[in-house]
């Protein structure tokens, strides 16, 4: 992998591009003399959706890396494991039973939903004997489906389906600031995440291996599941459905870079951050002067991606 340093100024180089790339034609030389119009640009919609962008998409890989460590699977994420579409149940939940219900209710109802989603794929998968490694995640994407289902005929029975999926369709166009600060509960998360990274690493090697040093499984499983229901939330609340980056990251950084947590936290981080980035801008230029959603591109690129790794899985897996 490449040095801290070059990794920085790749992100940073794109970050600026990013600033860049809309409607709106802003150039750099413009920052000097903004207008107001070009303020309000420049402020309220593309420095929060940078922001957005980078926060979402190094919170979810690190997510994705958590997930399929504590679950021993390499196809297992937040995707696939039907966390995302547990979390859309609960926000539909929320607007459904609270419909003044704030964006922090409304990711607390997401969170206690995925949560018990989660508890109830795990409870799936361990009656299953002798899965394999595709399996366990092909249970987690009709388990998914399934429960997506349910949330979308709850929104056409209370007539919410536009507004559920205009602001779950993984998009960050409607970024603006006010309405994306919620992301930043997972800037915490993923220094908790750094701080239990060791512990993970243990978990990953069985309940056996983890008793047998003295650690408590089932507790570092809780929070490693935790951990992952409020990114999950914090992302499906504030942006929509922002697919795979939590199963494409970790596949990839685990060939060059092993299995170790903390050895590949921050790698991992940054290329989700890159990854979300680079396909928002693509989305901006591939029908300019119209966008494409994210969740788009990356639900193309991610299932691309996922057959690869299926396919070398014998190899990487």
């Not at 092993?258 to 951050?273: H, P, Q, R, S, Y």
Request: glycine share 10%.
């Amino acid at each position: 992998m490449l040095a801290p340093f070059l990794q920085i100024l790749i992100l940073a180089a794109c970050s600026f591009c990013s600033l860049f790339v809309g409607v709106a034609d802003i150039s750099p030389l413009d920052l000097f003399s903004l207008s107001g119009e070009q303020s309000g640009i420049f402020f309220v919609g593309r420095l929060p959706r940078l922001c957005s962008i980078l926060v979402a998409g190094s919170s979810l890989a690190v997510a994705g890396l958590i997930m399929q460590r504590i679950m021993q699977n390499k196809f297992v994420s937040p995707t696939t494991a039907g966390t995302m579409q547990w979390c859309k149940l609960g926000v539909v939940i929320a607007v459904v039973c609270l419909p003044g219900a704030s964006p922090i209710l409304r990711v607390g109802a997401a969170c206690a939903v995925s949560l018990l989603g989660t508890f109830l794929f795990l409870a799936i998968v361990n009656k299953v004997r002798g899965q394999s490694a595709v399996l366990v995640p092909l249970i987690g994407i009709m388990l998914g489906s399934v429960v997506d289902a349910g949330a979308t005929f709850f929104a056409y029975k209370f007539d919410i389906i536009q507004n559920m999926a205009s602001w779950l369709q993984g998009n960050f166009s409607l970024v603006i600031a006010g309405k994306y600060e919620l992301l930043y509960l997972s800037v915490p998360l993923m220094f908790l995440a750094y701080f239990y990274a060791d512990y993970f690493t243990i978990a990953g090697m069985g309940k056996g291996t983890a008793l047998s040093l003295g650690l408590n499984h089932a507790a570092i499983v809780n929070a490693g599941l935790l951990i992952v229901a409020l990114v999950s939330s914090a992302s499906v609340v504030g942006v929509g459905n922002i697919p795979f980056v939590g199963l494409i990251v970790p596949n990839v950084l685990a060939i060059f870079k092993g299995d170790g947590v903390k050895n590949i936290l921050w790698d991992c981080a940054w290329l989700g951050a890159l990854l979300v980035l680079i396909c928002d801008i693509a989305g901006r230029l591939i029908i300019f002067p119209y966008e494409i959603p994210i969740g788009v591109i990356l639900s193309v690129a991610g299932a691309a991606v996922f057959l690869v790794l299926i396919r070398s899985g014998r190899r990487y897996a």
